[in-house]
């Protein structure tokens, strides 16, 4: 792909030049409280090509698309269920995306060739402010290199995508740091195909009939078709070997003492440092869903960043918020769980 100079401009700076280039069919990257979004016009084509062409991502992956209002969903979808109202009534704007049988508007490139339509209304205000600056939906997937994980800050987007584009806007570093909660809406049950932002629990107060989807905790079975395509590719995936123990910090100490060499890194909670002589990369605090949520991704390039070829992780909670850093972070290590 031709190559082009990459610029890392404020909201204030850059605002203007972000919606002249997504009106000419253009990428920015923007910052979303999730993580940072590759931001293009949802419903054209074109544009929607040149996402999946700056990522590397496979085009059969659909995209979230991104609207202003709750009433924007009629545009893109039909046959709404009433748990939507309910659930974007309570959750929006914020960290929930909805999927939803589409409207024919929403071009096949969007929606990889499904005929239902993912929907978030975010809450950060510089996406808002695009989206309806703009005038259209914006497609966006996190803006990383398909493979790397999500980026929750401006360096992390320049980190992977500089001169494959033209412009990031830089809101600061995200407030969730783990993506949205993916609820599918089309099918007989409400299903969570990827655990994010709001938890399952929140979601299950108002639609006790939720379930979680196979996927969020297990790996695919061989020919095994995933209801979200975007479960089948192996994400987050860091140059080392991530080994997930899941047990108390004193079996952890005892498994790490017996087994790790030196060189081996730990990922673990703040304050845990101290208990071991190896390498140590903190992801939030223990019992602090949200701290972890916020630093997972940056440890994980933190991880990438390092000569380690093993690392050994604490395992989060698999309850409430913890449910998405468990889901990433099992993902990030092929699934290899030890329980101590
Ligand atoms: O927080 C987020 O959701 C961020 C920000 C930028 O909004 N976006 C994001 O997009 O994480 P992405 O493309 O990295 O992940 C979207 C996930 C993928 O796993 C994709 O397969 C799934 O949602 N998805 C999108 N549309 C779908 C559909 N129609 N049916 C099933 N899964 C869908
Ligand atoms: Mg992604």
């Known amino acids: 792909m031709p190559r082009t100079d990459t610029k890392i401009f404020s909201p204030d700076e850059g605002m203007e030049e972000a919606v002249s280039l997504l009106k ?12 940072y979004g590759l931001a293009a016009n949802a419903l054209n084509p074109s544009a929607v090509e040149k996402i999946f062409a700056v990522k ?7 995209l979230i698309v991104h609207i202003a209002k709750t009433s924007d969903a009629f545009l893109l979808a039909k046959e709404i269920p009433k748990e939507f109202f309910t659930l974007a009534e309570r ?40 989206i309806e600056s703009c005038g259209f939906p914006l497609a966006a997937p996190s803006a ?37 909660t993916v609820l599918s809406l089309y099918g007989d049950v409400p299903a969570i195909l990827r655990p994010g932002g709001i938890s399952y629990e929140q979601i299950g107060e108002l639609i006790p009939n939720v379930v979680l989807d196979d996927s969020v905790l297990h790996s695919l079975k061989e020919g095994e078709r995933p209801l979200s395509p ?14 997930l123990l899941d047990g108390s910090l004193s079996a952890f100490g005892e498994y790490i003492k017996e087994k790790a060499k030196p060189q081996d890194m730990i990922l673990c909670f703040e304050g845990e440092e101290k208990a071991f002589l190896n390498p140590c990369i903190t992801m939030g605090r223990e019992h602090s869903a949200e701290t ?9 390039r933190k991880v990438d960043d390092s000569t380690s070829l093993r690392v050994y992780a604490r395992c989060p909670e ?23």
């Open 56 to 62: 590397g991502r496979p085009s059969d992956n659909p």
């Open 144 to 180: 990383n290199l398909s493979g790397t994980p999500s980026p929750t800050t401006a360096q992390h987007v320049y980190e992977d995508l500089k001169g494959r584009l033209t412009l990031i806007l830089d809101g600061g570093s995200c407030s969730v740091g783990v993506e949205s």
């Open 292 to 300: 972890q949520a916020k630093e997972l991704f940056s440890a994980l």
């Open 318 to 340: 698999k309850s409430g918020m913890a449910l998405a850093v468990y889901n990433r972070l099992i993902r990030a290590a092929g699934f290899k769980v030890i329980t101590l």
């Open 230 to 243: 975007g479960t089948k590719y192996k994400h987050y995936a860091p140059r080392a070997e991530i080994i």
């Open 91 to 130: 959750f929006w704007p914020g960290p929930l995306t909805m999927i939803l049988k589409k409207n024919p508007i929403v071009p096949d490139s969007t929606t990889g060739g499904l005929d239902t339509v993912a929907i978030r209304l975010p809450s950060h205000p510089v996406a808002r402010q695009l």
């Open 24 to 35: 000419q069919g253009e990428v920015v990257a923007i910052p979303t409280e999730t993580v």
